[in-house]
Structures are given as C-alpha cells and as structure tokens.
C-alpha cells in the first residue's frame, strides 16, 4: 500500500475561494442583524488644541438621526484600555488632524453621513507639531531603548578606507485594506458581540472589554473573514469600541464602518523614518562598520517606534556595529505596526547602502553580501536554526541571469530606456507563540468529519486552508471532511495573524491536537498497534460516534535558544524611460526560505503580495501632509498610489527547500511579512544600475529621475 | 450626501429648461465626478436633472457646415465607445489615445465625453471642505498657492488659483482644435472653439469654463486634419496606470516631405485649462522635423512657464515630454 498523499506542501486551492467570490463570505459588515442603525465618526479639522464649542442642535434635528454623541455626553471609556491610539470622545484635547470627534448614529449611513456635516465646532487653535524636517532635530531617545552598540565605530569608520554615510528617507505610507476598519455592534444585557475585522482576535476582545469596562467574557469578538489589515487591524482602534457606545446609546444594533478618506488618520500609519547608515569595509570587502541611527517620530502621548535596524542587527558579520533610535512626538496619528514593521523600511537603507559600498568596492554585491554571511546570530551569538541567506542569492543568481549584469551603470540601453538588475536581502523572526485548539471528531456510519476550533484569523492569506490541510494529514482524513471555524473569540485562544506567527502558531497547534486525539483514541480502545492507526480509523473500528479533545500548544522548550529567521534575496529588473523619469519593473524574483511551505500556492500569494506592495514602496506610495495643517493631501486612493495591474510585470518566487524544526515542530517559519523585505532597496538598486542615479528618498517618482 | 431631488428627462429642451430654472440643479451623465463630489460635500446642488437618456451619443461624419469632412460626437456618447469607434480610431488616433490615457477602464466605460469636459479639478484643498479654496468657496483663499502643489500649474495660473485641468481627453480635443455644441434654455445652439471653452482662473476660479448655467454639451465636432499618421499622446504619470498625468503632451504633425506644414501640441497637467503651446507650434511652421528644433520648439513654450514651489520639476519634464511626444508622433505614433 503506498502512502496516502499528504495535504500539507500541496498547492490546494483555498477552502474559502468559493465562498469569496461567490460574496458569500461575511466579513464584518456583512451580516444583516434586525434593526441596525449606522454610525458615521467625523473628525477635527486642526491638529492641535482645542474644542471649545460643539453645536450639535441641527444635526440631531436632521432626518433619521438618532443620536449625536461628542465628548460632551459620551459614556467615560478606558484610555488605557488597549485600544491603539486611544478611545477618543473623552476630552475636548485635540492631537492631531482628524482625530475623531464625535459620531452621528442614524437610521442610513447616508443619514449619518449628511448630519455629520450639519456639526459646528469651534476650536483654540494650538501651533501644530507636524512638520518632521523641522522638528526631527528635538528628537530624543525612546522611552523603550532598542539601541544596540558592539565595537567602536566611530575610530573603525574614520580610519575605514572604503566606506559610505548616507541618509535614507521612507515617506508616512498607509496600509489601506481593502476593507476599511469597520464594526457591528450588539448589545444583550450586558454582553456585547462585535463583528469586526481583527488580526488578533482575543486582543480585540480584551481591549474592548477594558476599554469599556466590562468583563472579556461579556465581550464576543467575531471575524471569520478579513479583507486585509497589513497591521492595521493587529491592534484595535476606535471603531471597535464606539460602534458598542453608539449602539448602547440608541439600544440597537450600529454598524460604523469607515470611509476611505477617513482611514488616512484614524487607523495608524507607517511613519516617516530619517535613516543614517554608515557602513564601512576593507578593499577585500569584509564589512567593518555597519551603523544604523534612524529618527521618527510618533504621537504626542504615545510611543511607537517601528525597529528599523533589526535587519542590520542580524544580516551581516561585522566587529563594530551600532543601532541606535530617536523619536519626536508630533501632532500626527499614532504610527503602527506595518507590513514588515521596521525590516522593510530598514532593509531600504541597509540593503541599498551595501549596494553604494559594493559599487564603491568595484565589488559584484552577491558576492559582497557573501563575504560577510554570519555563521552565527551576530546580535546574540546564538546558532542559526537554519539560515538560507546564501542559497536565496545563488538560486536566484542562476534563475533570475545575473551573470548578464554590468557592474557599471547605463550600459544597457533599449531606445530611450536604461535597462538595470538589482538585488537585495531580507529577513524576519520566525516564532510560534501560545495557541489552543480544539478538535472534534464525529462518525456516521463509514464516513468521519471533523471540526477543528482555534480562534485563530484570516487576513485573506489562507489560514483556514493551512489548518484544514493540517488537520487533514494529522488526523488521516481528505481534507472536505473537516470544518474549520476560527475568527471567534468564544473559541480556544490563539496566536493572531501577525508578525508571522499566524501559520507556525496555528498549524502547530492543530498538529498537537490531532495527534492527542489519535492518542487518547488508542489509550481508549487499549489495544496495542504495530503500524500507529489514524484517529480517523480508530472512530472507525472504536465504533464511536463521537470524541473530542483540547491542547494548548507552545513553541518547542529550546527554541529560545537558537536564533530563527526566514530569509529571502530580491532581484529585480528595471527599465526606466531616460526622457519622462517613469519607471518600469517587467521582472522580479523573490527567492525565500522560510521553513516548511505548509501551501504553495497560498505561500506564492503572500509572497508576491508582499512584493508588490515593496514595487509601491520603492516607486509610487506616499502619504504627504500639508506642513501648515497636518491634513493630509493625499486623500484617497486616486492619489495615494499603491501599484496598478500595469505597473507590475512577471514576479516569480522561489522557495528554499528547507527542514528546520527548532522553531517549532512542523518546521514553519512563516512567509506574511518576510515577503516586503528587501524589495524597495532591489528596486532602488536597479535604478542605480540602469541610470547611475542613486535616489534615496522614497518613492522614486518620475521627477527624481530627470 | 445633502438631500436632493433627482428629475430624469430624455428631451435636450426639457433638460435646459429644468436647470435654467433652477439655479442649484445640476447636469448628471456618468456620474463618476459629480457624484464623488457630493459625497464629499464639495458639490451641493439641491436638484440631479439625469441626462443619460438624451439620445445624444451618436458618432458620426459631419456632411454639412463649417466643420464637414469631420466628425461629430454626442455629449453623452461614453468616453470607452468614442475612443474605441473606428471613426476615431482611423481619423483621430490621437483622441483614441488621450482618452484610454485616462482613469480606468471601469471609470471610461461610466464617463461621458461632455462630463470629462466639465470634470473638476482634482486639487486637493478643493476636495476638502475644511480648507481654504476659492474655487469652492471663493475669498477663502487658495490653500494650493502656498501649500503642497506638487501637482498644480505652471502656465496661466493667478494668486487665487493653482489648479490644473485634469483631463486627457480635452489635451488632444485641444491640439484637434474641436468645438464644442452647446445648446441653451432658449433652444439655440452655440458653437464654442475648444481653445475659449475653458478658462484660466484670473479673479474668477470658481468658474471652470464658459458655459451658462443651463446650457447642455450636445456634441463636439473635430474637424477633418492631416494628422492621423502622425500624432502621439504621451502622458507622464506617478504610476503606469489610473493616475493624473504630472504632464501630458498631445502632439501632431503634418509634414510636406521634410518639412512641417503645421504641427499641434497642447499640454496636460500644467493649466487651469488645456495648454494649446501656440508658441512651440508657430516655431516649428516650416522648420524640418528634427530632434534639434523639438527641442526649441519645447524651450521656447516652457520659458513662459512659472513654477510653484514643488513642480519645479514640470519646466525640464514638460520639455522633455514635448521632445518625445514630437518624436514619437513622427515614428507614427508608435509607443515603444
Ligand atoms: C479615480 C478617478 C481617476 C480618474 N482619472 C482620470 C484621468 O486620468 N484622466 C481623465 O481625463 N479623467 C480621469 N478621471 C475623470 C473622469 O474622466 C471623469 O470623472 C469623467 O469623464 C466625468 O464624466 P461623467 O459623465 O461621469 O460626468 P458626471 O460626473 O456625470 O458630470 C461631471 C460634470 O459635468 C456636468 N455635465 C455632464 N454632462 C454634461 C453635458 N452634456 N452638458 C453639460 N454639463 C454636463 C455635470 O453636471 C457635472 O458637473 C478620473 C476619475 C476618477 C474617479
Ligand atoms: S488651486 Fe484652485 S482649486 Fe486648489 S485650493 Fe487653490 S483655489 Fe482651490
């Protein structure tokens, strides 16, 4: 008999696709509940000081209106209740441009939206903080000190014979999802269940509670389906707990869903990052400095610095290192955690000052990264579990033709376009944390299911397939037997979809179950087995009808000990037109070893997701604020560019083959965010090679090239 | 959105009539600007008088009148049909290719040609009613002059307006030199050369164009040219696709062996209105089609050009894009 074939590692199409585009998946605002009134937030329009008057009397006289509610009668709320940013409606303190306000709740979302315009607020204005090339130099140290110093730079790099210091600039950019954050809200008695959108689902249902001062198991968070968060919906913002205010206010159920223009400043933001590198090396190309000082900035009460030198810390052998952060609190939304928090941004100014010493070096810059390939974690000095830096660069090397590029820039050229290659590195921490799950087994005559419970989330990356193809192999049963339900905070807590621990924590966690429902169904049966039966056999011939059971699954006890990373190299092929300064990308490779890929085809997705949000990165998104007001001029996907169909050419990806089981016991090291590493400096590199024009200021518009 | 009341008509009279005598009313075709602006709050008529059912989407020859040998298209024909219309297509290739230059695919199938003539702009501080604009709320102020106006015009411009035209497909309406019909209250159809149909800002920003409140864009006629063989759209944009051009060049020529009988270029992206560049045209009259006297032709245009303080970039950009736009309309339009 030959092994039944495995689910996991095949390319198995989605066990949600149908019901996605068939629009029968429900995400949050999508279930109908009796008697739902709509709530629409609206915002300040200065950046600091003020309210000193709310006139709400024409509104709440407008047709539908149910309720206005502003800080003048909203119920008292937590701050520090978990909600990022804040709760809002608690004071007349105004931090920012669109800070939220106050709502209007009526019978139509058109309603609410007219009566919102119908408030007249007055306000004492304050000098805003928003201008970062001003105020960047008031910069100080985090109150959460990342900094890292090894060696001495400062005598090692003036005495450097070949070195470079350069400033790195990555623009305020969005994560803008394709839902915009949005929440149901329903009270009965004093348990409220909040249908919203949410990376982290036991998060969600913790900050809620707090914030609203209720008990968690008072608090029901559901969210089987996402339509994207890239970080955003990691941590929960306002929504989340006024939608339950406003539907306490008017005792109804109340949708709040957000508009585009309002996501620029209620749902974080990747904030503006001022990277200096200095890197130096010897003629031979043996790095001697590298140093990492980056300066942001965040909110005016509350800190979040994204860690750009992380990929600095760990990619390279170097005996004097030195990371280092300021920030500056300024009129601006809290910045958040973003895809790729700190690798991608920080992998731009690393990856593309190697590139500037490589070319400095005469050097190819494989080859440069090659020589200083680290045999252990240089930050920690703890053994790599695994690190596939090495291989990344020479399959892709072979696969992408790198031997066909010139060192030198402008050699290749195509009627008025310059035609360049360029490569770059990336990495991210794989990790498993804490999660529960349940599976149970039911038998019918010959045929047995399963239903396996965790409440996990779905971002839209393919968490229900993966557990499903899990559960598949662990319990020897085809994969349409078993029902996945996650999403839901009255199910086993678990990990979130975040910081890619989302696969690694949830299938591991499956995995476990599995296999201890197949024990306890040995234990039970007392009988001794010379080939191990599958649970699926044992309901079988057990003649149970049926059984459950629950693990709560953590990372391997020495894991710790080791240092696990996913890794990639990015090559891109550029050609940008001489004469108009725009840019195209017709070919880009991802080559990545991240551990076991538990779905190839839902891996590939995440992958080229991520790497066309890096093509944005490097050449069209930015998020610009008028210095005057701290309003945002880019205020709406219309000119907030992210990269349309035609803007994208072939993307291959490429995974390492790769067993590395120290991380956790199925070998997953996670693919969400390792995905944008790296892919702006490939980008901005090929710039470099075709044109000779090195930008360091993204994105790289048409008129930085002329 | 604010209430409003929605009326329908399929008579062009009826149609004028109901907006002459309301003054708050405004036309509805495709609805992919208007609509967007009310949701904003930027627009704020009380009545949509919806014109979509007029039957004035025809194109055809024109066989009579001033302009015949040209041809005409309906106000309300839709901005994907009027491109991808063979007429067009063999007589005009550039219109073809300004107007598939534009927005998305989705948007041109919605838009109608006399709603893209009478698109608003796309600056921001217009967008959003808390700021200062005059052309929404004139003697508030320009929030653009001295805010971020990256974007925002070179040629033209007053100290009460910035703002650009955000139309490709009135650049090539522009260099085609067509007119625009329109018919008023009064049942009469006035003829508007494409050059006056658009204003610059001057003291009156808040009025985008020279049509009475009432009047409809029935058709607009291009008369017959020589430039179908040799004519290019280029268009210069943050993005490939579905974003504003930073400057777009509609460019044509008509050559008598090696010399130019007549070459037309306007510009996109750079004024209140489209840019016809009379002064790159007049140079090239007579010249010999080369790279070198492009090149004048495009420094001489730019010369009158004032930069604000973010697009300084559009001087060396607009003239590189007169340059290859020439070039190209040369090669027979060909993109590379
Ligand atoms: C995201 C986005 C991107 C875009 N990108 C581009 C681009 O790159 N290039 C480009 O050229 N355009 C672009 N557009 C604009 C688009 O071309 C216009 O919105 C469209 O042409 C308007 O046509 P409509 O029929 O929908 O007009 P409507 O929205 O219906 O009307 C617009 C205005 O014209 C008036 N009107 C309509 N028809 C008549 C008539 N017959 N007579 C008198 N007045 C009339 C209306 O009263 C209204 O004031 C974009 C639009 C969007 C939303
Ligand atoms: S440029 Fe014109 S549209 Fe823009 S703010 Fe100034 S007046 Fe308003």
Known sequence: MSEPKKAIGQSINRVDGLLKVTGAATYATDYKLKNTAHAIIFK????????????????????GVLAVITHKNAPKLNEKGGIRGGAFLQSN???????????????????????????????????????????????????NNMDAVRGD???????????????????????????????????????????????????????????LGIKPENVRIVTPFIGGGFGSKGGQWANLVLAAVAAKAVNRPVKLALTRQQMFNSVGLRQRNHQKMRLAATKDGKLTVLAHETTTHCAINNEFVEPCGDCSKVMYEVPNSLISYKVVPMNIILPTYTRGPGKSTGSFALESAMDELAYQLKMDPIEFRLKNEPAKDPSNGKPWSSRTTVQCLQEGAKAFGWEKRK???????????????????????????????????IRKG????????????????????????????????????????????????????????????????????????????????????????????????????EFETRVDAKAPADAGNYSSHSFNANFAEVWVNSMTGMVKVPRFLAVTGAGKILNPKTARSQIIGGNVWGIGMALTEESVLDPRWGNFVTRSLAEYHVPSNLDIGTIETIFIDEKDTIPNKLGVKGIGEVGIVGVAAAVANAIFNATGKRVRDLPITPDKLL | MRPFKYSVTSNVNSATKMLTANPNAKFLAGGTNILDLMKE?????????????????LIKP??????????????????????????????????????????????RNMATNGGNLNQRTRCPYFYEVSMPCNKREPGTGCG???????????????????????????????????????????????????????????????????????????????????????????????????????????????????????????????AHKPWRAFEAEKFLAGKEATEANFRQAAEIEMKQAKPLEHNKFKIELGTRAIVLALTKAMNGGKAS
Request: glycine residues 8%.
């Open chain 1, 44 to 63: 300040s329009t200065i950046a600091a000081g003020k309210i000193t008057g709310i006139d709400t009397s024409e509104a709440e006289k407008a047709p």
């Open chain 1, 93 to 143: 303190i105004i931090e920012f441009h669109g800070q939220h306000i106050g709502m209007v709740v009526a019978e139509t979302f058109e309603q609410a939206r007219y009566a919102t315009r119908l408030v007249k607020v007055s306000y004492e204005k304050a000098e805003p903080k928003v201008d970062f090339e001003k105020h960047q130099k008031e910069a100080v140290l985090p109150k």
């Open chain 1, 153 to 211: 730079v400062e005598t090692a790099f003036r005495d450097a014979e070949y070195k470079i210091e350069a400033v790195y600039e990555t623009p305020i950019e969005h994560h803008h999802p394709m839902e915009t954050h949005s929440t149901i809200a329903f009270w009965e008695g004093d348990k409220v269940t909040l249908y919203n959108g949410s990376q982290i689902v036991n998060g969600a249902q913790g900050a809620a509670a707090s914030t």
């Open chain 1, 407 to 441: 060192i030198e820039p402008r050699q290749n050229k195509q009627g008025e376009y310059l035609i360049g290659y360029g490569v770059a590195c990336g990495t991210y921490p794989a990790r498993q944390q804490n999660s529960s799950a349940i599976v149970k087994l």
């Open chain 1, 446 to 545: 010959t045929e047995v299911k399963a239903t396996i419970e965790l409440a996990a989330s779905d971002l839209g990356t393919g968490s229900n397939t993966i557990i499903a193809q899990t559960a598949s192999d662990a319990l020897g049963l085809p994969i349409n037997k078993i029902t996945v339900k996650i999403g839901d905070s009255d199910l086993p807590p678990a990990a979130g979809s975040v910081g890619s621990v989302g696969a690694a924590s949830f299938s591991n966690a499956v995995n476990d179950a599995c296999i201890k429902i197949t024990d306890e169904l040995i234990a039970k049966s007392g009988k001794q087995f010379f080939v191990r039966p599958t649970a699926a056999t044992m309901m079988l011939t057990e003649k149970l009808t």
């Open chain 2, 41 to 57: 709050d930027v627009e704020r008529p009380d009545e949509l008088v919806d014109i979509t059912q007029l039957s004035l989407t």
């Open chain 2, 62 to 107: 024109i066989t009579e009148g001033m302009n015949k040998g040209g041809v005409s298209i309906g106000g309300l024909g839709k901005n994907t049909g009027t491109a991808n219309h063979p007429l067009i297509r063999q007589s005009f290739p550039l219109l073809t290719q300004a107007i598939l230059a534009g927005a998305s695919a989705q948007i």
């Open chain 2, 144 to 270: 653009a002059l001295e805010g971020i106006n990256r974007m925002h015009a070179v040629f033209g411009w007053s100290e009460n307006c910035v703002a650009v035209h955000p139309s490709d497909m009135c650049v090539a309406l522009a260099a085609l030199d067509a007119v625009v019909k329109v018919q008023g209250a009064n049942g009469q159809i006035r003829s508007v050369p494409f050059a006056d149909y658009h204003r610059l800002p001057g003291d009156t920003p808040q009025k985008d164009n020279n049509l009475n409140q009432g009047e409809l864009i029935t058709s607009i006629e291009i008369p017959k040219n020589n430039f179908a063989p040799k004519s290019y759209y280029l268009k210069v944009r943050d993005r490939a696709s579905y974003a504003f051009a930073l400057v777009s060049v509609a460019a044509a020529i008509e050559m008598n062996a090696n010399q130019i009988i007549q070459a037309r270029v306007a510009m996109g992206g750079v």
